[in-house]
């Protein structure tokens, strides 16, 4: 039985549940905690969507890091604008260190790819992407995302810190829009 939730004025079912995100999660810390043993990155979660799934992560890195926020928007309902607007900026020396760049979902890869020339300006040693959902499908740049824990088909999702207009942020589970038929 599927668990439909409503946000607003549309209806949402249960696409990937709690235990499925977790175990992603773990995995792909363990994955970072290997790769960048020995160093000192510094995570950059973009806000706000990525906040639940940064926190879960972070939990699960052991190695010695620090964490900003920075804040990017190009959503607008369901639908991207195209447009990145850039609304929080960077507030940290990353120079000479290891980055990496923690994101909900890439879907487009617009606002990836505007945070990358962003950063890159900043002369970091490297920038690396960790994204929660990738959606290959819809993807329209080039990125090279080294750490992803699920790829998704292109529906609108929510939950597990992703919106609708805001609402929906506040669930273990991720969502995918039910039919409008």
Do not use: W
Request: contains cysteine; aromatic residues 8%; hydrophobic residues 40%.
């Amino acid at each position: 039985m599927d668990k439909i939730i409503q946000v607003k004025d549309k209806r949402f079912a249960v696409s990937i549940p709690s235990d499925r995100i977790q175990a992603e999660v773990k995995r792909v810390a363990e994955q970072i905690n290997k790769e960048y043993e020995g160093q000192s990155p510094i995570f950059l979660a973009v806000l706000n969507g990525s906040f639940v799934f940064a926190a879960d992560l972070l939990r699960e890195i052991t190695l010695p890091c620090e964490v900003s926020f920075v804040r990017l928007a190009s959503y607008q309902g369901v639908s991207t604008t195209g447009t990145i607007r850039e609304i929080m900026g960077l507030n940290l020396d990353i120079t000479g260190r290891p980055i990496i760049i923690v994101e909900d979902i890439v879907d487009t890869g617009l606002t990836m790819a505007h945070m990358l020339e962003t950063l890159k300006t900043h002369n970091p040693s490297s920038i690396d992407i960790c994204t929660l959902l990738l959606k290959p499908g819809k993807l329209q740049v080039d990125l090279d995302i080294r750490y992803c824990c699920l790829q998704i088909p292109n529906d609108f999702i929510v939950g597990y810190g992703l919106d609708y207009d805001g609402f929906g942020r506040n669930t273990k589970d991720i969502y995918t829009l039910c039919d409008e038929g």
